[in-house]
Nanobody, 120 residues
């Protein structure tokens, strides 16, 4: 079966950094586009970033210049480097695998999330 497991969430102060990891089980990550999403209590889910099979990346306007998505296909992992974190970045972050190698395709599998908390 296919599973995605996030890790790396923590509590940090404003201006701090975290690196989230998404490990895939039961599939080869380089064959799929992978996205990072986040959702805070009472807020709508927001797509943060996506990495496609060809190395292309996309970012939400709210995180451009601060977050960087990358992948290590040999380790079946996708990362989200988050710098200059702000309280509004606090949310549960989770990764999702797309059905194809393109970020425009629908998501098929989802992780259970990892908590990021940023204090002022």
């Amino acid at each position: 079966q296919v599973q995605l497991v996030e890790s790396g969430g923590n509590s940090v102060e404003s201006g701090g950094s975290l690196r989230l990891s998404c490990m895939g089980f039961g599939f080869i990550p380089d064959l799929y586009a992978i996205s990072w999403f986040r959702q805070a209590p009472g807020k709508e889910r927001e797509k943060v970033s996506c990495s496609d099979d060809a190395g292309g990346t996309t970012y939400a306007d709210s995180v451009k210049g601060r977050f960087t998505i990358s992948r290590d296909n040999a380790k079946n992992k996708v990362y989200l480097q988050m710098d200059n974190l702000q309280p509004e970045d606090s949310a549960i972050y989770y990764c999702a695998s797309h059905m194809t190698a393109a970020c425009s395709s629908a998501n098929e599998y989802w992780g259970l999330g990892t908590q990021v908390t940023v204090s002022a």
